[in-house]
């Protein structure tokens, strides 16, 4: 069992910074793959970055991609999502999520999940 809990959201003006950060428990998060989903009202979840066990690989949605950089610390198990120049259309609760296998972009692939954490941005 893997138990996440994010933190680090809140409201911010467009243009601004926030960084997220996912605490996860358990001895095995050293070699999870680990991702970063977002949902805004009316919508569905939709993937915004994921880093693999050794933190080598990573992947964006092209929406992110520049102004997102998503990173790990496995001795302290979290992983993080440092979020730059925020636009109004990034509003949205993030969760974070984690799989024991290989790196993918598909949120029913990701077996545990957090219990999300708003990001609100004012233009």
Not at 14 to 36: N, Q, V
Not at 44 to 68: H, L
Not at 101 to 118: E, H, I, K, S
């Amino acid at each position: 069992q893997v138990q996440l809990v994010e933190s680090g959201g809140g409201l911010v003006q467009a243009g601004g910074s926030l960084r997220l950060s996912c605490a996860a428990s358990g001895r095995t998060f050293s070699r999870y793959t680990m991702g970063w989903f977002r949902q805004a009202p009316g919508k569905e979840r939709e993937f915004v970055a994921a880093i693999n066990w050794s933190g080598g690989s990573t992947r964006y949605a092209e929406s992110v991609k520049g102004r997102f950089t998503i990173s790990r610390d496995n001795a302290k198990n979290t992983v993080y999502l440092q979020m730059n120049s925020l636009k109004p259309e990034d509003t949205a609760v993030y969760y974070c999520a984690a799989r024991g296998l290989n790196l993918v972009v598909v949120a029913n692939l990701y077996d545990y999940w957090g219990q999300g954490t708003q990001v609100t941005v004012s233009s």
